[in-house]
């Protein structure tokens, strides 16, 4: 079992990695939120049907929508709408490159909202070596603009990219400080989490020429099965399906992963080019992140609870 948890661990990392070229894609034709919206609708559909295969959504649980809803927002809605509009902004491999600071600012939220978390040397170190990964991308010192042919990045993208990751790192805190205490199941959780971010969505979309995605097979294909289909619903069941093997902590290393796939993806497979600073702004980045990782210390009392909590 253990053997096809690292396949899916890979898998997993090569999923979430080639969704910032399928996002920059349908950028072309739709609107961010659009974008976002598809999405989710077309992950949500394999995540029902895959919850109602195993008897995972049941009426009782109703009593706790509005954690759902928060967790809806914070992971799903706002994360999504955000890494869309960034990725239209900026090239495909420095949204995927930037994507690699999300274990950053879910450290940071931590350390501000759980008591359980303390800092160390080694991981402040690794939080303001990827901080100045993220800064380094971003340029603040230049003129900001709109995404250059030379590989320069749009401030305004950056930005957007920083509040998705920011977003997800609220949404951990949360998840530990209230959704585990509910012991549901990860499949229940992700269905709820999604159905919710679906109908948000539906809500508060414009649809004037969504369809517009649909007149570029290549785009569509990448929107539905690439976004939709593996990069939202198999890759929630693939994450928990990780974690549930090899452990929440083996779980959090597929973070590595994305940045390296999305940078090679943009510039093997679509040719954008991608400048050395950025490249070493996102050694930086994962660099800080292990650090990070690895440098953390819990509290004793409550360590054994925390080991648990898988998002």
């Not at 079992?1 to 910032?20: D, E, P, R």
């Not at 109908?199 to 539905?224: E, Q």
């Amino acid at each position: 079992m253990k053997t096809i948890a690292y396949f899916a661990f890979v898998l997993l990392g090569v999923i979430w990695g080639s969704n910032f070229i399928f996002m920059k894609w349908a950028a072309d034709y739709i609107t961010p939120q659009q974008v976002a919206f598809l999405r989710v609708v077309f992950g949500f559909v394999p995540l029902m049907i895959f919850a109602l295969i195993r008897g995972e959504i049941r009426i009782r649980d109703i009593r706790h929508i509005h954690h759902f809803v928060v967790m809806a927002l914070l992971a799903t809605a706002i994360y999504y709408f955000a890494f869309a509009k960034g990725t239209a902004l900026l090239l495909s491999s420095v949204a995927g490159m930037l994507s690699g600071a999300i274990p950053l600012f879910t450290f940071v939220t931590a350390l501000l909202f759980l008591r359980e978390e303390r800092p160390t040397p080694k991981s402040l170190v690794g939080v303001a070596l990827g901080f100045g990964g993220v800064v380094l991308i971003a340029r603040p010192w230049q003129l900001d603009g709109a995404q250059m042919a030379d590989g320069g990045v749009s401030l305004v993208g950056t930005a957007y990219m920083v509040a998705g990751a920011l977003s997800v790192g609220c949404s951990f805190v949360y998840a530990r400080k209230f959704i585990t205490p509910l012991k549901l199941s990860a499949l229940s959780l992700s269905t709820y989490q999604i159905g919710i971010a679906t109908a948000i969505f539906a809500v508060a979309t414009d649809y004037t020429n969504i369809d517009a995605v649909f007149s570029d097979p290549k785009t569509a294909w990448g929107l539905v099965a690439g976004l939709g289909i593996l990069g939202t619903g198999l890759a929630y069941i693939l994450y928990y399906f990780i974690v549930a093997n090899l452990g929440a902590m083996a779980a959090s290393g597929v973070t590595y992963l994305p940045p390296l796939v999305a940078m090679a993806v943009g510039i093997m497979l679509v040719g954008e080019p991608v400048a050395l600073l950025d490249v070493a702004a996102m050694v930086a980045i994962l660099i800080g992140v292990f650090l990070q990782q690895t440098g953390k210390r819990i509290v004793p009392a409550i360590k054994e609870s925390s080991k648990n909590h898988a998002a």
